[in-house]
């Protein structure tokens, strides 16, 4: 633990970035991140879900060491049966496996449509570090097109997530993924998420999956943690299933 535990961290506990973990303060200098999913032949070949990994590079990706690692940890029943639907947490470690960041999501029973009411959208809890709530990532309902809104602790609205288009799963057939954060109080567009298909038939048949994240506006490293961890419920509500071959 790289934080008191007495103490809920606020923005000046992450001011001085010399008292972060390392793979925080590479974080806090990165502009444009890549995000690398680990697969298998086994998952890719036989639909056979393992639990997810990632690695978090600088991009362009200079070189093969990520300076964070994201592992998945849920049930091995909830993985073929419910999907992309599942509950899971996500640990994130740093090269001196410091756990720097956890994120955690309950199972769902929808996709946000508008017809399916009563039903809980998906919801996504950001602690960093672990323990500490700083921000909860929500699907809000919506008929035309997903729209995700970012809350802090205090479920104060920060920013909000659209997607340029209705269906992503489909739209992604033929054209990149972009999804736009903006400010909620300024409007201002302060990241970019992009998810390349169309170029690559590894993204397409599920043997690879990238995304890339990109920082538009100087943001401390609090923010760029929450925009960072907002890639993955946007990924299992959209791609998790072009990734595994099971119900």
């Known amino acids: 633990m790289w934080a008191p535990v007495t103490d809920q961290p606020t923005g000046s506990a992450f001011a001085d970035i010399r008292g972060l973990p390392l793979g925080l303060q590479k974080l806090a200098v990165s502009n444009k991140i890549q995000i690398d999913q680990h697969l298998d032949l086994v998952e890719v070949l036989l639909g056979w879900s393992r639990p997810n990994r990632y690695s978090v590079y600088n991009s362009p990706k200079e070189d093969t060491q990520h300076f964070l690692y994201i592992e998945e940890v849920s049930d091995c029943y909830a993985r073929q049966c419910l999907g992309a639907a599942r509950s899971f947490v996500l640990k994130f470690t740093d090269q001196d496996l410091n756990e720097v960041v956890q994120v955690e999501r309950m199972a769902t029973c929808t996709r946000g449509c508008c017809c399916l009411v009563g039903c809980n959208l998906p919801e996504l809890s950001v602690e960093t570090p672990p323990g500490f709530l700083v921000a909860t990532i929500r699907e809000e309902k919506s008929c035309f097109r997903p729209v995700y809104q970012i809350y802090d602790a205090d479920d104060t609205p920060l920013y909000s997530l659209q997607t340029k288009c209705c269906y ?39 043997a690879e999956n990238k995304i890339f994240i990109e920082y538009l506006k100087d943001l401390d490293v609090k923010q760029k943690i929450i925009l960072l961890c907002s890639i993955f419920l946007i990924d299992f509500h959209f791609f998790e299933h072009d990734s595994r071959w099971c119900c």
């Open 168 to 206: 992503p799963k489909v739209y992604s057939c033929f054209s990149d993924i972009s999804v736009m954060i903006t400010d909620v109080e300024t409007g201002d567009e302060v990241a970019e998420l992009f998810k390349q298909t169309k170029k690559s038939g590894r993204e397409f048949t599920g």
